[in-house]
Nanobody
């Protein structure tokens, strides 16, 4: 059974930090690239970061809006994807989701998404 379970979000002041986690199961996590995307209130999905599979060096790539502030990583043994968010800004407020890259996991012919984790940056 495919599952993506995101956690770690919360309310943080501008300039603060959070670490998001995504526990994956039901597919070959260690052989695929994984991404974080986010959805701000009233907006569409925005790509945040991607990491290659361990066999290709677990190399991260970032949207220009988060480069230098966010760090993507993965733990093969724990089937877990991480996103370290630093120097947070109000514009980072969104629900954050993880998924396979470049195409989302499919279940019964439909794109599968976890519940996401809410990040709110506000003073």
């Amino acid at each position: 059974q495919v599952q993506l379970v995101e956690s770690g979000g919360g309310l943080v002041q501008p300039g603060g930090s959070l670490r998001l986690s995504c526990v994956a199961s039901g597919f070959s996590f260690s052989t695929v690239a994984m991404s974080w995307v986010r959805q701000a209130p009233g907006k569409g999905l925005e790509w945040v970061a991607t990491i290659t599979p361990p066999g290709l060096g677990s190399v991260g790539d970032y949207a220009s809006s988060v480069k230098g502030r966010f760090t993507i990583s993965r733990d093969k043994a724990k089937n877990t994807l991480y996103l370290l968010l630093s120097n947070l800004k109000p514009d980072d407020t969104a629900v954050y989701y993880c998924n396979r890259d470049p195409r989302p996991i499919r279940v019964n012919g439909n794109d599968y998404w976890g519940q996401g984790t809410q990040v709110t940056v506000s003073s």
